[in-house]
């Protein structure tokens, strides 16, 4: 196998381990954000956001409901973390995770808020609610962020020893 085919082998496999990891970051938060919603931390369940805003039929409250809702945010999170693969990867600290995540939930709880017509709007959440999703984007842009940003680093490393041998 030539250099050049090691390297872009790699590049590739950058990009493969960046969707894994914002479909798992997806379903993952998904499920933790329903748990939260379960035991009262969030007024907001995630099914809100993702299901019920275009489905209302009665399934949607039952265990099939958090399914296809945790499958669609394993999804979205797909584009989401295509996004930061192409415009943060390069960036090495974990403050651009945490910035992303912030960002995320300004433009899903502020900018598109109009499209979730069952969803209260976030002058009526408590206390809880607000610190608890804030607190949700911040781990879930950092997972994401710094995942993807640790293995382009590793690979930028991989592919300069493949270069130099």
């Known amino acids: 196998m030539s250099k ?9 496999s950058v990009l493969v381990k960046a969707m894994y990891t914002g479909f798992i970051g997806g379903v993952t938060f998904s499920l933790l954000a329903s748990a939260m919603y379960y035991f009262n931390f969030l007024e907001v369940q995630p099914k809100n956001y993702l299901l ?9 409250d039952t265990w099939l409901g958090i399914f296809f809702t945790t499958v669609l945010a394993g999804v979205v999170s797909l584009l989401i973390a295509f ?6 990867r390069k960036i090495k600290h974990m403050w651009a995770g945490i910035l992303y ?37 911040i781990l879930y842009g950092t997972f994401v962020g710094y995942s ?16 130099n041998s």
């Open 101 to 137: 995540g912030l960002i995320l939930w300004a433009l899903l709880f502020l900018l598109f808020r109009p499209i979730f017509h069952d969803v209260i709007t976030i002058s009526e959440w408590s206390m809880n609610t607000w610190v608890t999703t804030i607190c949700l984007f």
């Open 148 to 163: 993807i940003s640790y293995d382009y680093m590793d690979a930028q490393k991989t592919e300069e020893v493949i270069k």
């Open 83 to 88: 996004l930061y693969y192409l415009v943060f």
């Open 4 to 12: 050049k085919q090691q390297i872009n082998d790699n590049e590739e």
């Open 52 to 60: 019920t805003s275009w489905v209302s039929d009665a399934w949607t």
